[in-house]
Nanobody, 125 residues
């Protein structure tokens, strides 16, 4: 299973970026997919997650109202649309999949089986 993330880069505060995460080697019928982020010296933080079946979405408090997660069922791809970016959003963003994940563990990094390589997002002030 491979998760290939793309779309990161440098953006000014207030700008937007869209991250993509393409999953290959697995057919999804359920479970969770999510984005996490991490900065040096800090634990991995839950950003947003989506239930693969049904499409219900969930967000970390720091990004609610600014970020949107979505999935393309046919392409097995998850997106993270980030708007109104702030310097504190600067981090390495990781996508993750949990094919057998349940709703109660959607925000827990330890519940995910596969991870992308990480994509750096830098927001300048």
């Amino acid at each position: 299973v491979q998760l290939q993330a793309s779309g990161g880069g440098l953006v000014q505060a207030g700008g937007s970026l869209r991250l993509s995460c393409a999953v290959s080697g697995r057919t999804f019928s359920g479970g969770n997919m999510a984005w996490f982020r991490q900065t040096p010296g800090k634990e991995r933080e839950f950003v947003a997650g989506v239930r693969w079946s049904g499409g219900s979405t969930f967000y970390g408090d720091s990004v609610k109202g600014r970020f949107t997660i979505s999935r393309d069922y046919a392409k097995t791809t998850v997106y993270l649309q980030m708007t109104s970016l702030k310097p504190e959003d600067t981090a390495v963003y990781y996508c993750a999949s949990a094919p057998r994940g349940i709703l109660s563990t959607l925000g827990e990094p330890s519940s995910y089986d596969d991870w992308g390589q990480g994509d750096l997002v830098t927001v300048s002030s």
